[in-house]
């Protein structure tokens, strides 16, 4: 009766061991094929919640990153301390759950407004929407509170409001939506810089670039979005999928941007099937251009911008003050979810032409540091990564490279797991072998077993404390 019980509890602990090795095998496979990826938010992006009444609102510090959600057709309020002379910048992206249905006209609205609940006039787009597409997809709206010469108002210190809303119609999802929220703060001049927006600049489109395309393939938000270098690059799309890239522009330079649609076996034709949208250094909206789709390779452009330069915030048209400091831009390229039904999910072949010109000029003379540091800058470790093709997150270098330190989480996991199973199926063994044996030999090549396998497991799981398992 002992020898049955001993084996069958040896066996139930294999039986553990196949499951959770299951788990494990399964672990980064959790997608369903031809699923888009999920937005992943920051890591370190701390969860907040927003309040319906602005006395209750929870404050945002600067250079921070938050994770909120927002109900259908909700507001919600959050908190700043501002001083009287930076500059404050808020965005808020809004993700649908997959499969959602948008309309038209839904989106986010991003509002920074003074005590007494008025909106700060800045002359900035606040409100994002889906718009001809109607696929949902991640949408940014932003708001700032400008300090200094050229303020019209919320030009003191004290307490603002920070107020985003959705805006939904009937036929739209009810389900929540997540939030990232981004707070960044610009510090005042030195010195006295020029209040007059520039009012010519090279507004000729280039020359397409040419030459081999290179892989680059994108990531799915703004914290893992792929770095790029002026070149030709090639990735694939699915269908309902957003993909995020970014590029690093210096002062003084132009950024110009084409994404090209692969042909297709498929039939019909979708009247706004590609999106290309840019986003400034604060994930402020500056700029989009969609095309329709028929089968046929098609390729939709942004139009030329002006240099960047500080000066840019002070023109009336949005794309041109959007353009108002150097740093990382972004470029979100989303494929409608409706091609599944005319041309299939895919992926098709996505070409991306992306040139940066002019020399980079001086920056304006800050007085005091940027939150996050260095936001405002491009850094020789930001052109290398351009070239590289480095994720947004950095230290793990190319999104790949993510993909292999994932996969090396998830199975140095796994490895711990099967180990620390791996040493209470060694002991039930050998203590099955002694108690049938009934002699010290086999007792001690119990104990040397699990003395031996307590150390590999301790080595499997690195600085994690380490517990051996109970007797069965």
């Known amino acids: 009766m002992g020898r049955r019980t001993v084996w069958w509890r040896g066996r139930t602990v294999l039986a553990g061991v196949a499951a959770l090795l299951a788990i494990v095998a399964s672990a980064g496979h959790t997608k369903a094929a031809g699923t888009p990826d999920p937005y992943r938010f920051a890591p370190d992006a701390k969860p907040v919640d927003g309040e319906t009444n602005v006395t209750d609102a929870v404050r945002l510090m600067p250079g921070t990153t938050y994770r909120s959600s927002i109900r259908n057709n909700g507001k919600l309020y959050y908190r700043l301390r501002l001083d009287a002379a930076s500059n404050a910048y808020v965005s808020a992206t809004a993700v649908p759950k997959p499969g959602a249905k948008v309309v038209y006209s839904d989106g986010i609205k991003v509002s920074v407004q003074d005590s007494n609940g008025r909106n700060c006039f800045s002359g900035d787009a606040d409100a994002a929407r889906f718009g001809p597409t109607e696929s949902p997809r991640p949408i940014t709206a932003w708001a700032s509170r400008r300090a200094g010469r050229g303020a019209y108002s919320c030009e003191g210190a004290g307490t603002y409001s920070v107020l985003v809303e959705r805006i939904s119609g009937a036929e739209s999802s009810p389900d929540d939506w997540d939030l990232e929220l981004q707070y960044v703060s610009e510090p005042a001049l030195g010195k006295t810089a020029p209040t007059a927006a520039p009012e010519?600049?090279?507004?000729?489109?280039?020359?397409?670039?040419?030459?081999?395309?290179?892989?680059?393939?994108?990531?799915?938000?703004?914290?893992?979005?792929?770095?790029?270098?002026?070149?030709?690059?090639?990735?694939?799309?699915?269908?309902?999928?957003?993909?995020?890239?970014?590029?690093?522009?210096?002062?003084?330079?132009?950024?110009?941007?084409?994404?090209?649609?692969?042909?297709?076996?498929?039939?019909?034709?979708?009247?706004?099937?590609?999106?290309?949208?840019?986003?400034?250094?604060?994930?402020?909206?500056?700029?989009?251009?969609?095309?329709?789709?028929?089968?046929?390779?098609?390729?939709?452009?942004?139009?030329?911008?002006?240099?960047?330069?500080?000066?840019?915030?002070?023109?009336?048209?949005?794309?041109?003050?959007?353009?108002?400091?150097?740093?990382?831009?972004?470029?979100?390229?989303?494929?409608?979810?409706?091609?599944?039904?005319?041309?299939?999910?895919?992926?098709?072949?996505?070409?991306?032409?992306?040139?940066?010109?002019?020399?980079?000029?001086?920056?304006?003379?800050?007085?005091?540091?940027?939150?996050?540091r260095d936001v405002f800058d491009v850094t020789a470790g930001d052109k290398d990564a351009a070239a590289s093709g480095n994720v947004a997150t950095g230290g793990a270098g190319s999104s790949d490279g993510n993909i292999a330190m994932k996969a090396v989480a998830v199975g140095g996991i796994g490895t711990g797991v099967v180990l620390v199973l791996g040493l209470g199926v060694w002991t039930v063994v050998a203590r099955w072998r002694a108690r049938v044996g009934g002699g010290a030999g086999a007792v001690s090549t119990a104990a040397s077993a699990s003395e031996s396998g307590e150390a590999v497991a301790r080595e499997g799981l690195g600085s994690r404390e380490y517990e051996p398992p109970r007797s069965w």
């Open 200 to 372: 010519v600049w090279n507004s000729a489109s280039p020359e397409a670039l040419d030459g081999s395309a290179r892989t680059r393939k994108g990531g799915t938000s703004f914290t893992e979005a792929r770095s790029l270098a002026q070149g030709v690059w090639k990735d694939g799309i699915q269908a309902g999928q957003t993909l995020f890239y970014r590029v690093p522009v210096d002062w003084g330079q132009q950024i110009y941007a084409t994404a090209e649609l692969g042909p297709s076996s498929g039939d019909g034709f979708l009247g706004s099937a590609l999106v290309i949208s840019l986003y400034n250094p604060v994930r402020a909206f500056v700029d989009d251009a969609d095309a329709g789709y028929d089968g046929k390779e098609r390729p939709t452009a942004l139009k030329p911008l002006p240099p960047v330069g500080y000066e840019n915030r002070y023109d009336v048209d949005d794309q041109v003050s959007g353009m108002r400091f150097a740093g990382w831009y972004y470029l979100a390229v989303h494929l409608s979810a409706e091609m599944t039904d005319k041309f299939g999910a895919g992926p098709y072949a996505l070409t991306l032409r992306v040139r940066v010109s002019g020399a980079a000029e001086a920056a304006p003379p800050y007085e005091g540091a940027a939150a996050p």
